[in-house]
C-alpha cells in the first residue's frame, strides 16, 4: 500500500490550500479514511477523517475550516483548508486502514503516506 499526499506549500494567514492523497494498492472507497498533522514538537493530530457513506468528523480545532472529501472514480481523498492559521504548520498525512471503532479522527489507521508540509505565515 502506498499513500502519496500533494498539495502542501507556504501561504499567509487567512489563506486556502487544498491537498490531495492518491492510493495505491488501496481502496478508498467505503472505509474509513482521514488525515493527520504533527507540527515541530508536537504531538501527531487527528484532523479529519470519512466514513464509507460520506460522513465527516473533524477535529474541534479545524471545525468549521476544513473538509475532507474523497472521489472514489479517482481513488483520491481530499483535504480542503480555509482560514488557514499559523497553528495549522504542520505535517500533514494521509491515512487508510482503518483499524476498526469508531471513524473519528482520533481512530487508529493501518498505512500512512509520506506526508506533504503545509507552512503558514502571519
Known amino acids: 500500500v502506498r499513500l502519496v499526499e500533494v498539495g502542501g506549500g507556504s501561504v499567509q494567514s487567512g489563506g486556502s490550500l487544498k491537498l490531495a492523497c492518491t492510493a495505491s494498492?488501496?481502496?478508498?472507497?467505503?472505509?474509513?479514511n482521514g488525515w493527520f498533522r504533527q507540527a515541530p514538537g508536537k504531538e501527531r493530530e487527528g484532523v479529519a477523517t470519512?466514513?464509507?457513506?460520506?460522513?465527516?468528523t473533524y477535529a474541534d480545532s479545524v471545525k468549521g475550516r476544513f473538509t475532507i472529501s474523497q472521489d472514489n472514480t479517482k481513488n483520491t481523498l481530499y483535504l480542503e483548508m480555509g482560514r488557514l492559521e499559523p497553528e495549522d504548520t504542520a505535517k500533514y498525512y494521509c491515512?487508510?486502514?482503518?483499524?476498526?471503532?469508531?471513524?473519528?479522527?482520533?481512530?487508529?489507521?493501518?498505512?500512512w503516506g509520506q506526508g506533504t508540509q503545509v507552512t503558514v505565515s502571519s
Open positions: 494498492g488501496y481502496t478508498f472507497r467505503g472505509g474509513c
Open positions: 491515512v487508510a486502514g482503518w483499524r476498526g471503532g469508531s471513524c473519528v479522527p482520533w481512530a487508529d489507521f493501518r498505512f
Open positions: 470519512i466514513e464509507g457513506d460520506g460522513r465527516a
